[in-house]
């Protein structure tokens, strides 16, 4: 265990569906990130959080939208998705932004149908 | 472009051999950082190594870093079929601000 725990596991949901992945982080870190991975391509990655001031969007579709209510929880707020957008989403933390060591969560695989 | 980039992308070896994964990466470093994925879960982070820094060993683990040439390798010795997963390099590209990943390489130790 990494101390970065994400539900849920696994999501299927329609094109038209709202839902929201959530992350949580019990490692006193202060800063987290969503990655995007997608078969055979690189770690993308989506959102930075840094004492929940987000400090990143890489160019990211607006049916994404990240929330950081406190320091220790992340959420990925999913409406409108393609069916491009299936994909295993994770979320990780660091101590301090960018370049530290990050704590990966198990992810979310997301299906999107 | 992609920072940071492994080969090979597949590696398939038989148990207690040793297993060599490299890294290559196109802009100067602070440091490099290697993680391992097994399948569909999230990376741990295994080791890290500084720009000033040229091998680093942790357990079974060895890595190194040419800057000259902008690469690193990852070495596991005596490998066990519970290394299998995906290992990915991982660059923190002065001016970039961000961790940049790799496309991995999916290693398989067979019993």
């Known amino acids: 265990e990494t101390g970065v725990t994400q539900t849920p596991r696994h999501l299927v949901m329609g094109m038209t569906n709202k839902k929201s992945l959530k992350c949580e982080q019990h490692?006193?870190?202060?800063?987290m990130y969503w990655y995007k991975q997608s078969a055979k391509k690189p770690l993308e990655l989506m959102f930075v959080y840094s004492l929940e001031e987000r400090v990143e969007n890489n160019s990211v579709p607006s049916r994404f939208s990240p929330e950081c209510p406190n320091s220790s929880h992340l959420f990925l707020h999913l409406h409108t998705l393609q069916p491009e957008d299936s994909a295993l989403y994770l979320c990780?933390?660091?101590?301090?932004?960018?370049?530290?060591?990050?704590?990966f969560g198990p992810g979310t695989r997301l299906t999107v149908l | 472009s992609q920072q940071g980039e492994e080969d090979p992308q597949a590696l398939s070896i038989q148990e207690g051999e040793n297993a060599t994964m490299n890294c290559s990466y196109k802009?100067?470093?602070?440091?490099l950082q290697w993680y391992r994925q097994n399948s569909g879960r999230g990376l741990v982070h295994l080791i890290l190594i500084r720009s000033n820094e040229r091998e680093k060993h942790s357990g079974r683990l060895r890595v190194t870093l040419d800057t000259s040439k902008k690469s690193s390798s990852l070495l596991i010795t005596a490998s066990r079929a519970a290394d299998t997963a995906s290992y990915f390099c991982?660059?923190?590209?002065?001016?970039?601000?961000?961790?940049?990943f790799g496309t991995g390489t999916r290693l398989l130790v067979s019993p």
């Open positions: 991982a660059t923190d590209a002065r001016g970039f601000q961000k961790l940049v």
């Open positions: 490692l006193g870190h202060n800063a």
């Open positions: 802009t100067s470093i602070n440091n």
């Open positions: 990780a933390s660091s101590q301090d932004l960018i370049t530290d060591t990050q704590y």
